[in-house]
């Protein structure tokens, strides 16, 4: 092999090398990313409590750090006001359980009572989510799942 046919090559070796660093290197700074979202709510019946349960797939090239979340109805000030991750401070946390390497499956349950479910506004209710992955990169989605209350 002649010696610029070989200089050639290890020079085409480390643009592709420096190529595949800044690949991983920018995938570890992507924002989480949400799937596979979905919200199940049962109404109170007699004397049993009702529930709501939201569930997601969060996947953060660095890993999850948190998730939170929060529903709220369609017809509240963040229909007219976007939703910030500022309101999302004092949303509650999920539990994530690890999927693999990078993702975690979120489930998030809470109990609703008739007194919880009768001063609640009828019709079409959101989830909202704050995902932060462990480098600080964060995703807001302020309909990641929907679910009606009759």
Known sequence: MSRRIALSIAAGAVVLAGAGAFALAYAGEQPPALADSTARYTAPDGDRDGSLTFVTDVTAGSGVKSVKVLAWPQNSSFAKEKLTKKDMAAAETAVCTSSDDDTVRCTYTVKVTGPDAESSPRGIWHIAVL???KDGTTTL????A?????
């Open 146 to 150: 929907d679910f009606s209350v009759r």
């Open 141 to 144: 989605n302020p309909e990641a």
């Open 131 to 133: 995902a932060t992955a």
